[in-house]
């Protein structure tokens, strides 16, 4: 591995463990404390509600694109998968690992691991688009209606934040498309392939309603996080902030999706006047409730490989089958 890939892998490691030490070494080690203990029974039962929900409608978003682009899957088989995905991104760092082993595994069994893996990326961004729209499109109306004024800096920080990754990301781009015709060539062909999954207007429709329906899951999943440690504000508010939050979250540099998220929690809940403290302990809270209510994707993980064991030790299939769901897709 050569020293730029390697640095390439561990900056974001270290940008978001940066991230969380600079936020605890402002607010204090008390609200992460707070976060922890405010986790209760209920909590996590919202949690799982909403976590079901949310990773329901993901796996719709998954077979949409996926089945657009010739590889159909079962239902089974894109729930389990993606409870396995959101485990992985969760406990490892950077939050793409699970994504990688979806495309791998879905490919695997389909046989065309390129196509999977293109499946997976363009439901991911298809998401994160979707989530960027009304993020922006919430927040600037609710800054238009809100009278708190301390709400301007933080939106502008987000959209300053937002503009200055997308110009970086342009720039990357374009200079990459215009130094090499292997590039130039790539993007054509993906561009291609992009085009027939967003050609049907049933398919864009679907995968937009399903981002819709993740997105507010996770936003009721950070107000859970709010309610269980008693912090009041307006339901506007809730929202805005879990956007903010969200938003945040879905940059590449954390430490199993800590980082970013508590750095901007804190941040947004200090600047409209309801403490840092409060906001690092509603991220902590969240982040701990995103934790156990993917754990059906842990049992996911493990179940396949005992299983295999189990049969190939009795001599009845090979050591590591396909499941019946991905063996019919």
Not at 181 to 202: C, D, I, Q, S, Y
Not at 280 to 300: E, H, M, N, R, Y
């Amino acid at each position: 591995m050569s020293r730029a890939s390697l640095a390439r892998r561990i900056l974001p490691l270290v940008s978001g463990a940066a991230l969380i030490a600079g936020t605890i070494a402002v607010v204090g080690t008390g609200p992460l404390v707070r976060g922890l203990l405010a986790v209760s029974p209920a909590a996590i039962l919202g949690a799982f509600l909403l976590t079901a929900v949310a990773t329901g409608a993901a796996a719709w978003r998954w077979r949409t694109v996926s089945a657009e682009l010739g590889l159909p899957m079962s239902w089974p088989t894109a729930v389990a998968a993606y409870y396995r995905s959101q485990f992985v991104n969760t406990v490892l760092p950077g939050g793409v690992i699970g994504d990688v082993h979806r495309a791998y595994r879905h490919g695997r069994y389909s046989g065309d691991l390129p196509i999977a893996a293109r499946a997976v990326a363009a439901e991911r961004i298809a998401g994160q688009i979707v989530q960027a729209v009304i993020t922006l499109v919430v927040l600037t109306a609710f800054v238009l209606a809100s009278s708190r004024s301390s709400w301007v800096p933080a939106v502008a920080w987000l959209a300053v934040g937002a503009g200055a990754l997308l110009a970086a990301v342009i720039v990357v781009a374009l200079v990459a498309v215009l130094t090499s015709v292997r590039t130039r060539r790539a993007v054509r062909r993906e561009l291609w392939l992009m085009k027939a999954v967003f050609r049907r207007p049933g398919a864009v429709v679907s995968i937009a309603a399903a981002s819709l329906v993740v997105v507010a899951a996770h936003v009721g999943t950070f107000v859970v996080a709010c309610l269980a440690l008693g912090i009041h504000s307006s339901a506007g508010e809730w929202v805005a902030l879990a956007l903010l939050t969200l938003a945040a979250a879905s940059l590449p540099v954390n430490v199993g999706g800590w980082g970013p998220r508590e750095a901007a929690s804190a941040a947004a809940f200090g600047a409209i006047g309801l403490g840092a403290g409060a906001g690092l302990a509603a991220s902590t809270a969240f982040g701990v409730l995103t934790i156990v209510a993917v754990l059906p994707g842990a049992v996911v993980l493990v179940a396949g490989p005992i299983r295999a064991l189990i049969r190939a030790r009795i001599g009845t299939t090979p050591l590591v089958p396909p499941l019946p769901e991905e063996r019919t897709a």
